[in-house]
Protein backbone atom coordinates (compact mmCIF):
# COMPACT_ATOMS: atom_id res chain seq x y z
CA UNK A 1 0.00 0.00 0.00
CA UNK A 2 1.51 3.32 -1.34
CA UNK A 3 1.25 6.79 -0.10
CA UNK A 4 -1.03 8.88 -2.79
CA UNK A 5 0.74 11.92 -3.55
CA UNK A 6 -1.29 14.46 -2.02
CA UNK A 7 -0.85 12.77 1.10
CA UNK A 8 2.29 12.26 1.16
CA UNK A 9 2.75 16.03 -0.22
CA UNK A 10 0.72 16.67 3.13
CA UNK A 11 3.00 14.07 5.30
CA UNK A 12 6.21 16.01 4.27
CA UNK A 13 4.92 19.22 5.51
CA UNK A 14 2.69 18.43 7.78
CA UNK A 15 5.48 17.19 10.66
CA UNK A 16 6.89 20.25 12.16
CA UNK A 17 6.79 21.50 15.91
CA UNK A 18 7.71 20.27 19.11
CA UNK A 19 5.11 19.82 21.79
CA UNK A 20 6.28 18.43 25.32
CA UNK A 21 3.82 15.32 26.35
CA UNK A 22 3.25 13.27 29.33
CA UNK A 23 2.86 9.49 29.34
CA UNK A 24 -0.17 8.03 31.37
CA UNK A 25 0.05 5.15 34.08
CA UNK A 26 -0.01 2.39 31.22
CA UNK A 27 2.60 4.17 28.62
CA UNK A 28 0.42 6.32 27.00
CA UNK A 29 0.70 9.10 24.51
CA UNK A 30 -2.03 11.09 23.11
CA UNK A 31 -0.98 12.20 19.39
CA UNK A 32 -1.68 16.15 19.70
CA UNK A 33 -5.05 16.30 17.45
CA UNK A 34 -3.46 18.44 14.93
CA UNK A 35 -1.18 15.67 13.48
CA UNK A 36 -3.91 12.69 13.86
CA UNK A 37 -5.09 12.63 10.28
CA UNK A 38 -1.78 12.54 8.56
CA UNK A 39 -0.92 10.08 11.05
CA UNK A 40 -3.07 7.63 10.15
CA UNK A 41 -4.18 5.23 12.47
CA UNK A 42 -1.28 2.69 12.21
CA UNK A 43 2.17 3.91 13.16
CA UNK A 44 5.31 2.22 13.44
CA UNK A 45 7.79 3.47 16.32
CA UNK A 46 11.15 1.83 16.30
CA UNK A 47 14.58 3.05 18.03
CA UNK A 48 17.51 5.71 17.18
CA UNK A 49 20.77 5.24 17.37
CA UNK A 50 20.92 8.70 18.39
CA UNK A 51 18.44 7.87 21.93
CA UNK A 52 15.58 8.77 20.79
CA UNK A 53 12.40 6.69 19.48
CA UNK A 54 10.85 7.80 15.97
CA UNK A 55 7.47 7.36 15.08
CA UNK A 56 6.25 7.06 11.58
CA UNK A 57 2.81 6.82 9.80
CA UNK A 58 3.04 2.96 8.46
CA UNK A 59 2.78 4.37 4.89
CA UNK A 60 6.47 6.83 5.53
CA UNK A 61 7.99 3.43 7.26
CA UNK A 62 8.30 1.20 4.36
CA UNK A 63 10.29 3.51 1.99
CA UNK A 64 12.68 4.13 5.25
CA UNK A 65 13.16 0.20 5.74
CA UNK A 66 13.73 -0.34 2.02
CA UNK A 67 16.95 2.26 2.45
CA UNK A 68 17.85 0.84 5.42
CA UNK A 69 17.46 -2.53 4.44
CA UNK A 70 19.74 -2.26 1.14
CA UNK A 71 22.77 -0.44 3.00
CA UNK A 72 25.47 -3.07 3.16
CA UNK A 73 25.51 -5.40 6.31
CA UNK A 74 28.93 -6.26 6.28
CA UNK A 75 29.83 -2.92 7.94
CA UNK A 76 29.72 -3.23 11.87
CA UNK A 77 28.88 0.58 11.83
CA UNK A 78 26.08 0.19 9.63
CA UNK A 79 24.71 -3.39 10.83
CA UNK A 80 24.70 -1.63 14.62
CA UNK A 81 22.25 1.14 13.58
CA UNK A 82 20.23 -1.62 10.86
CA UNK A 83 19.67 -3.76 13.91
CA UNK A 84 18.26 -0.75 15.80
CA UNK A 85 15.70 0.69 13.37
CA UNK A 86 14.81 -2.74 12.24
CA UNK A 87 15.39 -4.78 15.19
CA UNK A 88 13.13 -2.11 17.85
CA UNK A 89 10.86 -1.82 14.87
CA UNK A 90 7.14 -1.90 16.24
CA UNK A 91 3.77 -1.44 14.22
CA UNK A 92 1.10 -0.10 16.85
CA UNK A 93 -2.51 1.38 16.25
CA UNK A 94 -3.83 4.77 17.41
CA UNK A 95 -6.56 3.78 19.71
CA UNK A 96 -9.90 5.43 19.43
CA UNK A 97 -8.65 8.49 21.75
CA UNK A 98 -5.59 9.22 19.79
CA UNK A 99 -3.23 6.93 22.08
CA UNK A 100 -0.41 5.20 21.42
CA UNK A 101 1.20 3.01 23.97
CA UNK A 102 4.70 2.90 24.39
CA UNK A 103 6.21 -0.74 25.24
CA UNK A 104 8.30 -0.56 27.95
CA UNK A 105 11.38 -1.58 26.08
CA UNK A 106 11.16 1.51 23.97
CA UNK A 107 10.50 3.87 27.09
CA UNK A 108 13.47 1.83 28.75
CA UNK A 109 15.42 2.58 25.90
CA UNK A 110 14.68 6.23 25.52
CA UNK A 111 15.00 6.78 29.32
CA UNK A 112 11.51 7.95 28.81
CA UNK A 113 9.91 8.60 32.05
CA UNK A 114 6.36 10.77 32.18
CA UNK A 115 7.01 13.12 29.97
CA UNK A 116 8.04 13.23 26.03
CA UNK A 117 9.66 15.56 23.62
CA UNK A 118 7.35 15.10 20.47
CA UNK A 119 9.86 16.42 17.62
CA UNK A 120 8.56 16.70 13.91
CA UNK A 121 11.16 15.97 11.72
CA UNK A 122 8.96 16.05 8.13
CA UNK A 123 8.12 12.68 7.65
CA UNK A 124 8.50 11.32 11.21
CA UNK A 125 8.39 12.59 14.61
CA UNK A 126 11.73 11.98 17.24
CA UNK A 127 10.51 11.04 20.63
CA UNK A 128 13.02 11.93 23.35
CA UNK A 129 13.28 11.96 27.50
CA UNK A 130 13.16 15.52 28.63
CA UNK A 131 16.51 14.90 29.81
CA UNK A 132 17.70 13.64 26.22
CA UNK A 133 16.09 16.66 24.51
CA UNK A 134 17.75 18.95 26.60
CA UNK A 135 21.18 17.30 26.01
CA UNK A 136 20.33 17.61 21.94
CA UNK A 137 20.11 21.03 22.14
CA UNK A 138 22.66 21.98 24.77
CA UNK A 139 24.57 20.17 21.67
CA UNK A 140 22.82 22.14 18.41
CA UNK A 141 23.86 25.36 20.23
CA UNK A 142 27.38 24.27 21.24
CA UNK A 143 27.66 23.48 17.38
CA UNK A 144 26.06 26.02 15.86
CA UNK A 145 28.29 28.92 17.95
CA UNK A 146 31.90 26.19 17.65
CA UNK A 147 31.55 24.08 14.70
CA UNK A 148 29.39 24.86 12.34
CA UNK A 149 29.16 22.34 9.45
CA UNK A 150 30.13 23.14 5.99
CA UNK A 151 27.00 22.60 4.70
CA UNK A 152 25.28 25.13 6.83
CA UNK A 153 28.40 27.53 5.85
CA UNK A 154 26.14 29.33 2.95
CA UNK A 155 22.53 29.06 4.96
CA UNK A 156 21.06 32.59 5.79
CA UNK A 157 18.04 32.22 8.70
Keep these: MGIS ?18 LDA ?7 TRYRD ?3 SNIVITADPSGCLLLFPADAWQPFEDRVSAL ?22 VDAAGRVVLSLEMRTYAKIDRKVQFVGQRDRF ?17 SWREDI ?9
Design 26 to 32: KGRMAIP
Design 38 to 40: ALG
Design 149 to 157: PAELAGLSV
Design 5 to 22: GKRWDNLLHMFNGAPNLS
Design 72 to 93: PNMNPRIKAMQRLWLGYMTETE
Design 126 to 142: ELWSEAGWQKEIELAQH
